[in-house]
């Protein structure tokens, strides 16, 4: 910013140099200077070129499209969450990389919402208002009953998005008239053949309407070999123990004892802290160790709520209970025909729309959209970065 400044300052002595130079060459060579076609009383009735109500300038501290101004606060309010950190580490040329492309995509966006907004006034009858806000009334009532109609709570809502009630107003008016505009725009519909949406079906039956099973359960796991002392009886191996406790789980479980509870105090697996809930598995993805696949298979054969045990594997004695099973499945054509053609026509509207907003596009100025864009990577930098 310092060489910027010296370079405008630079040639600001340029131009006065040359003001100068020029003051003197008018005064000493007067009479070489050819005159104009208008005397001196014809120029007293040419009107002056209107210095007034002109537009702002373009570029530098703002941006200005359709008749508003796009500020660097509108874009660094909405990036410095995300980027304010970056410019922390100090390294104006990472941050640039990085920080740019989002600086663009919201200006783009924020330029795209002006233009929209304008093309919608232009297009709107000339009864729209009084439809328009009641329309908006509407829905400053929805919001704020949104809050049990707590003014005050609403309020802090909108200061948190950086809104007041009137900015809010403002928003919601340009909201509805722009959707009002596009339902408009866009009510053209794409022809589309039965075989398309069968065909789309069949290609992408897979991945987007089938889905894998799954099972959740709840187990409490002994190991004779970790098994307490205080429950090994008299006379009693490790293992004898270990089946004796578990029948008496089972007892306990079947007279209404919470299960979680009993496993937490019980088990010696991983799972004891968690009530001995483990995380849903899919169902034939072989994601369990060898010692602990039994469980996958016996809770294939029970439903939810049930509890099996003892079940022996690999020096350990499982005490099962399912919690939830999804069986594996894929949804038919006629289940989902609606849905293909409705995205279809989605993706028919998203390409209209995109025509439409790079048409409107054409009406900014790239180039100064360019300049405006560095500009406000350079303030933000400025802005975000540790006073060192």
Not at 237 to 255: C, G, N, P, Y
Not at 325 to 353: H, S
């Amino acid at each position: 910013m310092i060489r910027e400044l010296r370079i405008i300052m630079r040639d600001i002595v340029w131009i006065g140099i040359g003001i100068a130079i020029l003051a003197f060459m008018v005064s000493g060579c007067g009479d070489k200077i050819p005159q104009g076609k208008y005397t001196p009383e014809q120029m007293k009735t040419i009107p002056f070129p209107n210095r007034y109500d002109l537009p702002a300038p373009t570029g530098g501290m703002t941006f200005n499209v359709a008749s508003e101004t796009v500020t660097v606060k509108d874009l660094t309010v909405l990036l410095e969450q995300q980027y304010k950190p970056l410019a922390a580490q100090g390294s104006f040329a990472a941050f640039k990389q990085a920080a740019r492309p989002a600086f663009r995509e919201t200006l783009r966006s924020r330029v795209t919402d002006i233009l929209l907004y304008a093309e919608a006034r232009k297009k709107a009858p000339e009864n729209i208002d009084d439809a328009l806000d009641k329309a908006v009334e509407s829905e400053l009532k929805r919001f704020l009953l949104s809050y049990d109609n707590n003014r005050v709570l609403a309020e802090n809502a909108l200061r948190a998005m950086g809104y007041d009630w009137k900015t809010f107003r403002d928003f919601q008016r340009r909201l509805i008239l722009t959707q009002s505009y596009l339902s408009k725009e866009f009510t053209e519909k794409r022809p589309i053949a039965h075989s398309e949406l069968v065909d789309y079906y069949n290609t992408h039956r897979q991945d987007q309407f089938c889905w894998e099973g799954t099972v959740q359960f709840r187990v409490i796991d002994l190991i004779p070999a970790q098994l307490p002392a205080e429950l090994i009886g008299e006379g009693q191996t490790a293992e004898t123990a270990a089946v004796r406790l578990s029948v008496e789980l089972m007892d306990k479980i079947r007279a209404g004892e919470d299960f979680g509870t009993l496993a937490e105090q019980y088990s010696q697996g991983p799972l004891a802290s968690a009530g001995g809930l483990c995380r849903p598995i899919t169902i034939g993805a072989g994601s369990l160790p060898d010692t602990y696949a039994i469980l996958e298979q016996k809770a294939l054969t029970m439903e939810p709520g049930q509890v099996a045990g003892p079940l022996t594997s690999e020096g350990h004695l499982f005490i099962l209970k399912l919690e939830s099973r999804k069986d594996p499945g894929c949804k038919t054509f006629e289940e989902v025909q609606d849905a293909i053609e409705q995205q279809f026509q989605f993706e028919f509207r998203k390409e209209q729309y995109s025509k439409l907003v790079e048409r409107l596009m054409g009406q900014a100025n790239v180039l100064q959209m360019e300049q405006f864009l560095d500009y406000c990577v350079i303030e933000a930098y400025a802005m975000w970065k540790p006073n060192p």
